[in-house]
């Protein structure tokens, strides 16, 4: 039986045939949008969730970071569940990067209750 580790981006291992194409790869700086598989991979999300633009991020926590700054200001709170990736994982990242507070809440298996 084949084991899938799902537990995070930081745990899995790229096969041969992801090292080949990204050996193959056209690259660029995508600083300054000049990278074109970033450009496409954008576009390509973009369009498939029906936005107007996309944004690639390089972890699922750097995602967490961007998308609590673009709706938050400092001094602001959030309402989190007591188990989730923020709390458990990314060890006050948000406090120190965004400014922001976490309201941690119980919940019944992940749902919050109103």
Known sequence: M???DLRSDTV????????EAMYKAEV????YGEDPTVRKLEEMAAEMLGK???MLVT????????????????????????????ITYEVGGVG??????TKALK???GVLNP
């Open 28 to 31: 660029g700086d995508d600083v």
């Open 2 to 4: 084949k084991y899938i």
């Open 59 to 86: 972890s699922g926590t750097q995602g967490n970071q961007v998308s609590i700054m673009t709706h938050t200001h400092p001094g602001e709170e959030i309402i989190v569940e007591e188990n989730c990736h923020i």
């Open 12 to 19: 899995t291992l790229p096969t041969q045939e992801m090292r």
């Open 107 to 109: 919940s019944n298996k």
């Open 96 to 101: 120190y990067l965004a400014g922001v507070q």
């Open 52 to 54: 107007e633009a996309a």
